[in-house]
T-cell receptor
Framework: AQSVSQHNHHVILSEAASLELGCNYS??????LFWYVQYPGQHLQLLLK??????LVKGIKGFEAEFIKSKFSFNLRKPSVQWSDTAEYFC?????????????FGSGTRLQVQP | DAEITQSPRHKITETGRQVTLACHQT?????MFWYRQDLGHGLRLIHY???????NKGEVSDGYSVSRSNTEDLPLTLESAASSQTSVYFC??????????FGPGTRLTVL
């Protein structure tokens, strides 16, 4: 069964620091990849997604992610974080070529940005 | 603006009772999904639907059922609530066959 690993469970950064959150998945076929953000007390919002094409994907709020097929990775980056980026971030993968319709989510990374 | 709403937002019930969680979307999306969120597990798919009269089981479907009688609604029913079903439940909808727009969630406690 496919799995998604988010290596960092809790990350603490100061404002203006650069961010990189790791995401690795186990499936070797064609994948669709997502990053979601959940602000405290709110629902999940889609940050960005990759289906095909340019492996560097730009999303909302200044976030981007790079799909590296050889490393089975889809890491999320932001050059300069703000206090308002404090939230939980979830990576999700769909094994497109299996025909399965489910997203498999990682367990999440809690980001805390200190002013 | 189009949106997804869930009701109730909070529910406390007793073991063995039947519970129905509502999900309503005004995006006019054909595809709708139910997930549960638990600490340490991320989100896991319960059921999904690709259109009216279509329902499919996800990875954690035991003890849950859904029905799709129109485009806008996908109610989730717990036939006989168990303490293991205490969780936060999220409904989602999408134009593609993968969940992309999530509702605000329902926090369910089964005592």
């Amino acid at each position: 069964a496919q799995s998604v690993s988010q290596h960092n469970h809790h990350v603490i950064l100061s404002e203006a620091a650069s961010l990189e959150l790791g995401c690795n998945y186990s499936y070797g076929g064609t994948v669709n990849l997502f990053w979601y953000v959940q602000y405290p007390g709110q629902h999940l919002q889609l940050l960005l997604k990759y289906f095909s094409g340019d492996p560097l994907v730009k999303g909302i709020k200044g976030f981007e992610a790079e799909f590296i097929k050889s490393k089975f990775s889809f890491n999320l980056r932001k050059p300069s974080v703000q206090w308002s980026d404090t939230a939980e971030y979830f990576c999700a993968v769909n094994a497109a070529s299996t025909g399965r319709r489910a997203l498999t989510f990682g367990s999440g990374t809690r980001l805390q940005v200190q002013p | 603006d189009a949106e997804i709403t869930q009701s109730p937002r909070h529910k406390i019930t007793e073991t063995g009772r039947q519970v129905t969680l509502a999900c309503h979307q005004t995006w006019n999306h054909n595809n709708m999904f139910w997930y549960r969120q638990d600490l340490g597990h991320g989100l896991r798919l319960i059921h999904y639907s690709y259109g009216v009269q279509d329902t499919n089981k996800g990875e954690v479907s035991d003890g849950y059922s859904v029905s799709r009688s129109n485009t806008e609604d996908l109610p989730l029913t717990l036939e006989s609530a168990a303490s293991s079903q205490t969780s936060v439940y999220f409904c989602a909808s999408s134009e593609t066959r993968l969940a992309e727009f999530f509702g605000p969630g329902t926090r369910l406690t089964v005592l």
